[in-house]
């Protein structure tokens, strides 16, 4: 077989699927509304909690997808196309978010990959993980997408690059630093993020779960956007807990 390892996994990607208003079958996404168009409709049908934005990330199956979209208050739905991970998205689900933006997480990807995948699945930002360098964010950028530049944290000078991506990045994400790639599932020291002093807002993740929200209305930073929520809101990896994300999100609020 003469196919590389993407052209591979390209090939496994069904072409655009008919997709209706409510994100079944039925509807061309060609047409969808425009990016800018679903991100005004977002600010007055679904205003943020506290100021903040709701990121629910690694989801995969499209009844899941809906039961937490339905939340209201979710505002970003994040899909993984890092193979190694068990939150892997490898097939378009019967079901994609309408209302809430969606993210594609990559890991050190070809350009080529990423632009398959915002296509087919009409991804509005795009999440690296990797050693991405500036160059290659802002390239991604000027192709139309929003770029979200995670950053693995466990001292302040774990922060000391973060400024190299300042003119790149649309937000970043601090995470706790480990091992593999995508996070731990563990919370690092949130004060480390005081000596961030930089222009880009950022959300913060890494170790959430539902007993965090007065820990995380207790933590202000001005350049603080929103959360994160993965691993500690699911029944298994992959399947979030509609009910303990609606729990925590009415805690947040309170």
């Known amino acids: ?57 690694g989801m995969r199956e499209a009844p899941n997808i809906r039961d937490v979209e339905s939340l209201q208050k979710v505002d970003m739905i ?14 378009l689900p019967a079901y994609l978010p309408v209302r809430a933006r969606r993210v594609g997480v990559f890991v050190n990807e070809d350009k080529k990959v990423i632009t398959m995948y915002a296509d087919r699945f009409g991804l509005e930002y795009i999440q690296l993980h990797g050693k991405e360098s500036p160059e290659y964010c802002q390239s991604l950028r000027t192709s139309g997408l929003k770029i979200i530049k995670a950053f693995s944290v466990a001292r302040p000078k774990d922060l000391n690059h973060v400024s190299e991506y300042e003119k790149a990045c649309n937000l970043f994400l601090f995470d706790t630093k480990c091992e593999q790639y995508g996070g731990s599932g563990n919370q690092f020291d949130w004060n480390i993020l005081h000596t961030y002093n930089g222009q880009v807002p950022f959300l913060l993740s890494g170790g959430i779960n539902c007993h965090s929200a007065n820990a995380l209305k207790e933590f202000n930073h001005p350049r603080l956007a929103g959360y994160d929520l993965n691993s500690r809101f699911e029944r298994k990896a992959g399947e979030k807990d509609p009910e303990r994300i609606r729990m925590f999100l009415n805690e947040l609020k309170s």
Not at 8 to 32: K, Q
Request: glycine share 6%; net charge positive; charged share 30%.
């Open 78 to 91: 994040g899909f993984i196309f890092y193979p190694k991970s068990p939150r892997y998205i490898y097939e």
């Open 1 to 57: 077989n003469s196919e590389t390892p993407s052209d591979s996994r390209i090939s496994r990607i069904p072409d655009r699927r008919d997709i209706d208003e409510n994100g079944t079958s039925g509807r061309n996404l060609t047409e969808f509304p425009a990016s800018n168009a679903i991100t005004n409709r977002l600010k007055t049908d679904n205003p943020m909690i506290n100021g903040k934005i709701i990121k629910v990330c």
